[in-house]
């Protein structure tokens, strides 16, 4: 009798727990989520990250819809105003998200062949540039991708700040520029727009790989130090159980199908913590300082 007790209990237990599971499915695929970029190429950042959003869709159940907007302060607003709950953000735009959208990041990719998420702000000039090094630079025409950008804004700023040039300086620059993207930036010098671009490593490797241009038209006569990742941001109005289940299937992804990111094809994502962007905080509150003296 106590057997076959047990065994009906279990029977029941089953019933319950696949009910349960069966309604959390459910209640999966009922959640809606968008997913904002930040513009930092022409050609599609959004397209970069469908392999990885399609496996997030597969292992939560989650419905999410790619957004791509034309600028970075649009796409803060987006998540501000609960237009967007998933977001790419370069690290400067993230800290801004963080401060005035209840964003938190939570994954930054690493790129096939590299040992770590970071990567660099380049200098770059024609290949038949007078320009040799960063020094050079002064009284030349700069470009850089946007404002807010942190590659192509943010830590040039800082690079030329070391050697005491500022973009805001009349003197020190002939001219200085928003492209409105990496690859603005990077075709303005080759085309002969400017003498000098500020961007984006990662932009500059994949422009590089697929044609956009030849490693023989052009030199990098700078390369910063490393630079905090640009972070997939969620926001912390979502319930913990969303976004635990986000970051958990981001971390996952890469054991279920090829994935991709800021540069093209990631290795993997891993995690990351809103205090990784306190460096960035710190810059960015320098560069206000110095601004008003």
């Avoid at 492209?179 to 671009?197: E, F, P, R, Y």
Wanted: with cysteine.
């Amino acid at each position: 009798m106590k057997i076959k007790y047990s065994i009906k209990v279990l029977a029941i237990n089953l019933v319950l727990l696949s009910f349960i599971y069966a309604t959390n499915i459910a209640k999966a695929k009922n959640i809606n989520l968008n997913m904002v970029f930040v513009p930092a190429s022409e050609k599609g950042d959004e397209n970069d990250y469908i392999t990885l959003i399609k496996i997030l869709e597969k292992l939560t159940g989650f419905s999410i819809k790619p957004i791509k907007v034309t600028d970075y302060n649009a796409a803060v607003e987006a998540m501000r105003a609960g237009r967007v709950q998933i977001a790419w953000y370069g690290g400067k735009t993230y800290i801004q998200a963080a401060k005035l959208a209840h964003a938190e990041a939570f994954a930054a990719g690493i790129r096939k062949g590299e040992k770590d998420a970071t990567y660099f702000t380049y200098f770059v000039v024609r290949s038949d540039s007078r320009l040799k090094v960063l020094n050079d630079v002064r009284g030349k025409i700069l470009s850089m991708n946007n404002i807010g950008s942190t590659s192509g804004d943010l830590i040039p700023q800082v690079e030329l700040s070391k050697i005491g040039l500022f973009t805001r300086n009349k003197k020190h620059f002939k001219k200085v520029f928003y492209a409105g993207s990496h690859d603005a930036c990077l075709l303005g010098v080759i085309n002969g727009h400017s003498d000098v671009c500020g961007m984006s490593s990662r932009n500059f490797d994949v422009r590089l790989a697929d044609g956009t241009f030849k490693r023989s038209q052009v030199r990098i006569i700078h390369t910063s130090t490393p630079v905090p990742p640009p972070p997939l941001a969620y926001s912390k109005k979502l319930p913990q159980s969303v976004r635990d289940a986000i970051k958990n299937a981001t971390l996952e992804a890469h054991k279920h199908g090829k994935i991709g990111g800021y540069g093209g094809e990631m290795q993997r994502y891993v995690e990351v913590k809103d205090s990784d962007y306190d460096l960035l905080r710190d810059i960015d509150r320098l560069l206000r300082a110095t601004k008003k003296l």
